[in-house]
């Protein structure tokens, strides 16, 4: 029979224990890479959609400032042409 001492035993469980707490930390790592890598990546989609709505709102908005532009020219077209009739209207009052 194959006598091994009291010391070799607690040394071989020392490795052993050293072994699979290493490989224990080695898989959890593991998973948790995966996990990063994949939010990552749900994260580089996201982002893409966010920078498409961002140029989409961007054309939105330098549409609604041709309108407003468009408009203010309107108004100040109209308000030439009240200023024009009041004009015509005064000189036929005097008339």
Request: zero cysteines; proline letters at 0%; a negative charge.
């Amino acid at each position: 029979m194959i006598d091994i001492s009291l010391d070799t035993t607690l040394k071989l469980a020392e490795i052993v224990s050293i072994l699979v707490g290493g490989t224990i930390v080695a898989y959890r790592l593991g998973r948790t890479t995966e996990r990063l890598e994949a939010a990552m990546a749900t994260q580089r989609d996201q982002i893409a959609e966010l920078q498409h709505d961002v140029k989409e709102v961007n054309k939105l908005l330098i549409a609604v400032a041709l309108q407003d532009q468009r408009l203010v020219q309107q108004d100040q077209r109209l308000n030439t042409l009240t200023s024009r009739l009041d004009a015509i209207g005064r000189r036929e009052e005097k008339n």
